[in-house]
Nanobody
């Protein structure tokens, strides 16, 4: 089992920045992939960004490109999502996810590829 705890979500104004953090604990294997997803009411969970274990490979949803940056600290078992120039449409619950190792360059872009999920952290962007 892997436990994931997100933090950093809060209410911000349009154009502001936020940094989300996710701490992983438990039975963590090397070469794991991690990602950030989000969900708004009435919609399915969607990928925001994902990162390989090595950090060399990343994936961004079109909505995140140029504004969000995913990074990780394997020594601390943490993954981060730096979100800049936030917009009201970024309002959502953001979830951290973990996938068992498929190689140091593996990146998963689909929710079905991930094995464990955090409880989520609410991000609200007011206009």
């Amino acid at each position: 089992q892997v436990q994931l705890v997100e933090s950093g979500g809060r209410l911000v104004q349009t154009g502001e920045s936020l940094r989300l953090s996710c701490a992983a604990s438990g039975r963590i294997f090397a070469n794991n992939g991690m990602g950030w997803f989000r969900r708004t009411p009435g919609k399915e969970r969607e990928i925001v960004a994902a990162i390989s274990y090595s950090g060399y490979a990343t994936y961004y949803a079109d909505s995140a490109k140029g504004r969000f940056t995913i990074s990780r600290d394997n020594g601390e078992n943490k993954v981060f999502l730096q979100m800049n120039n936030l917009k009201p449409e970024d309002t959502a619950v953001y979830y951290c996810s973990y996938a068992a190792g498929f190689g140091s360059l593996w990146v998963g872009s689909s929710a079905s590829e991930y094995d464990f999920w955090g409880q989520g952290t609410q991000v609200t962007v007011s206009s």
